[in-house]
């Protein structure tokens, strides 16, 4: 996506304050997101919020997860598109004595996206699904909240995801790449303390710890089987990350507000 004219790269994503790009090249997969779990997002476009960090100098989204049920309950869903994706998610969630818990988790399948009907067959693609576009992955999610009186609200929250997917091979490239990502691997944790909504002056203190394992293949041929020939390669990148951030607004009256982060 793009935001007053920057690319994603330049745009901040954080969930429950943990940055969700990929660090080496500050690419993101709105896909990767849970979205059954996402509450509400808040998007301030933008130089100002360059205060996010360097790679917020198109602006920032802040997004929350949803926040865990004053009753226990849970649900169970399912969809299926025509060309064969599957997803498959669940919650459950309630009251633990003072802490309210809700606990998620996802399952998703897709052989690949479809091409348009009227797609001209290429010696790299012949059409139909595109080749190399399929995707598997499995996600799991929790977030446990404790109320702190007129001191707000202690929320931990975790994610994690594994999966693998294809890259499609390049049809204008000179050289035709099979690569395919084995392994993708996003773990993040985030402790945070947050003001009562109707407070004065609102602030947010967040500390995280997030860790990426990507496993990137490239292989033979189309077939992505065999690691023979000297242009294939097998590569494993690791990241971890530990941070925090404390970011507030304050009401002076009228529309007037005045924001800040660090």
């Known amino acids: 996506f793009t935001l007053r004219g920057f690319d994603q790269r330049q745009v901040g994503v954080f969930v429950d304050g943990v940055p969700a790009s990929v660090p080496y090249d500050g690419q993101l997969d709105l896909g990767k997101l849970p979205g059954d779990t996402l509450g509400q997002a808040e998007v301030a476009p933008g130089g100002a919020a360059g205060v996010y960090g360097p790679g917020s100098l198109g602006g920032s989204v802040r997004i929350r997860t949803l926040a865990p049920p004053d009753h226990a309950a849970w649900a169970l869903s399912g969809r299926a598109s025509t060309h064969g994706a599957t997803e498959l998610s669940s919650w459950v969630g309630g009251p633990v004595g003072p802490v309210r818990l809700r606990v998620s ?47 707000g609200t202690l929320c931990v929250s975790g994610r994690y995801l594994l999966g693998d997917f294809g890259v499609p091979t390049g049809l204008v490239d000179d050289r035709a790449r099979y690569w395919r990502f084995s392994r993708f691997e996003d773990r993040a944790l985030s402790v945070a303390r947050r003001s009562p909504e109707d407070a004065l002056v609102r602030s947010e203190e967040v500390l995280f710890v997030a860790a990426n394992t990507n496993v990137l293949d490239a292989f033979d041929d189309a077939t992505r089987s065999s690691q023979e020939l000297q242009g294939s390669w097998h590569s494993t990148y690791r990241d971890h990350r530990l941070g925090g951030a404390w970011t507030g607004t304050a009401d002076l009256g009228a529309v007037r507000t005045l924001g800040w982060a660090l």
């Open 105 to 151: 988790g996802a399952a998703r399948t897709s052989p690949g996206w479809p091409l348009p009907r009227d797609f001209e067959a290429h010696a790299r693609e012949d059409g139909g699904l595109r080749d190399a576009s399929d995707r598997r992955s499995g996600q799991g999610g929790l977030r446990a909240d404790l109320p702190l009186g007129r001191g």
